[in-house]
């Protein structure tokens, strides 16, 4: 069967994108699964160390209310482990800076800023590090990740030809739903964690009036007609969009059973609040007690450490730092 692995990095606040796109997968089929909080990644830009701590243990807490059963699957900090940062470097000597230097994000990123760290360039590396670690073979991300899975691929694969066979390849696995959910203010941008306005974001610990709020303030299109027209109607082919996410059903299936905006407004936020009020509940009953929280991810931690240091000593045999 092929291992998945999905990280979520500490910055922002998760919404139902993350939800339905990432974290329900995960919990839908939980068997060779690696699950993991990716608090390194986090440091590739201006933080606040007390709020990615905060985040971190926020994001754990989020995940095991959401459903993630670390009996299950492998629920780790990326941190917590140092072998993924030990994989890191010997990956590095296996990459071309141009082949950093070209990776999209980083052109966009150090275009916005005057100090632009190191960890933006060679991030995508480390990531590609979390993946080779765990063998992990299917890796789902939105489109904006698919080449940072791609430089794994590569770097695995040269990492093979020229040192012998250490690596599984892994394939990019992009999820349909949270590619389609988008922002409810500006529904041609995707909903997103660090969204400079909370209105358009679904928040996972929005109180169930809160979101109510946001969906009956969302844009939607001109005329009165409830049709699944992403070109034309793209504030309500995303409502319907986040009603089918919530619901099971198709979009396409869903728009005529509405005559006007409202009754399609209604309906949304019914079906949004049935969805995440049961992971909020649950979360506020994990938060009272975060040490059993703590204690998951110890474990976890545990368990990745056996992995990772096989994983690890097979690379650097390979590359001539240990007998082979």
């Known amino acids: 069967m092929a291992r998945r692995l999905t990280g979520f990095t500490p910055s922002g606040d998760l919404h139902l994108g993350n939800y339905v796109g990432a974290i329900a997968p995960i919990v839908s089929d939980q068997t060779d699964t690696v699950a993991f909080i990716s608090d390194l990644h986090a440091l590739t830009l201006h933080h606040d160390p007390a709020d990615v701590r905060r985040r971190t243990l926020e994001f ?109 390849i892994p394939r990019a696995v992009n999820p349909p739903v949270a590619a389609r959910i988008m922002d409810l203010t500006n529904p041609h941008s995707k909903m997103s964690k660090s969204a400079a306005s909370p209105a358009g974001t679904l928040r996972l610990l929005d109180e169930p009036d809160v979101l109510r709020r946001k969906v009956m303030r969302a844009v939607t299109d001109a005329g009165t007609e409830v049709a699944y027209d992403p070109t034309t109607k793209p504030g309500v082919s995303n409502l319907l969009d986040i009603l089918a996410a919530c619901t099971g059903d198709k979009p396409q299936d869903l728009a005529p059973r509405f005559t006007r905006y409202s009754d399609l407004k209604t309906a949304v936020s019914d079906a949004v609040i049935a969805t995440l009020t049961p992971v909020r509940t649950r979360y506020l009953h994990l938060a009272a007690n975060p040490a059993q929280v703590q204690a998951a991810l110890q474990s976890g931690a545990a368990q990745a450490r056996n992995l990772a240091t096989t994983k690890v000593q097979q690379a650097k045999a390979a590359l001539g730092l240990l007998p082979a």
Do not use: W
């Open 60 to 168: 754990a807490t989020l995940l095991l209310a959401a459903g993630v059963d670390p009996d299950r699957c492998l629920f780790l900090v990326q941190s917590h482990v140092p072998e993924h940062t030990e994989l890191h470097y010997l990956l590095e000597c296996a990459t071309g800076y141009g082949e950093a230097q070209r990776m999209i994000q980083f052109k966009e990123k150090s275009g916005r800023q005057q100090q632009v760290r190191m960890s933006l360039l060679t991030y995508p590396i480390l990531m590609a590090a979390d993946i080779l670690l765990y063998d992990a073979s299917e890796i789902p991300v939105g489109e904006d990740q698919t080449q940072h899975v791609e430089l794994a691929r590569t770097i695995a694969q040269r990492f093979n030809t020229r040192y012998g066979e250490t690596f599984t």
